[in-house]
């Protein structure tokens, strides 16, 4: 499990305000490198500011009530899985803006975004996209 917030707000900057993540990242190929290229899949939780849950809450105008299905093993103690998560799929546009696969859940109790991206653009490649 890896708690570098910023190698995530990098990569998802649209997430924003928050300093502390625990995440994981895992191949599609399990790592083998004789298959040639793969996916890669991350998957973790930052914890954010109470003005930026209020922010991204305001950023999609319909949330549903909806928890992740399932959390990596790290994480499972750490979160409540009924808790008061809700989730957006204007919301998950918002964030990736298409160019990538994402869901994203906000959980308005414990302040936190769950995320579970298939290929974030890496920081050099979000610079390019602004730029």
């Not at 910023?6 to 900057?13: E, F, M, V, W």
């Not at 300093?19 to 083998?32: I, L, M, P, Q």
């Amino acid at each position: 499990m890896r708690t570098d917030p910023k190698a995530i707000s990098d990569r998802l900057p649209k997430l924003g305000g928050f300093d502390r993540a625990r995440w994981e990242v895992r191949s599609s190929n399990g790592g083998n490198r004789d298959i040639g290229p793969s996916d890669y899949n991350a998957r973790g939780v930052a914890w954010l500011t109470d003005d930026r849950v209020t922010q991204l809450l305001a950023a999609a105008g319909k949330w549903s009530p909806e928890a992740p299905a399932g959390f990596p093993a790290g994480l499972d103690p750490m979160l409540d899985n009924t808790g008061d998560w809700v989730h957006s799929e204007e919301f998950d546009r918002y964030v990736t803006s298409d160019r990538y696969h994402g869901e994203f859940f906000v959980n308005k109790k414990e302040h936190a975004v769950y995320f579970d991206v298939i290929n974030p653009p890496s920081p050099k490649s979000v610079v390019e996209s602004v730029g």
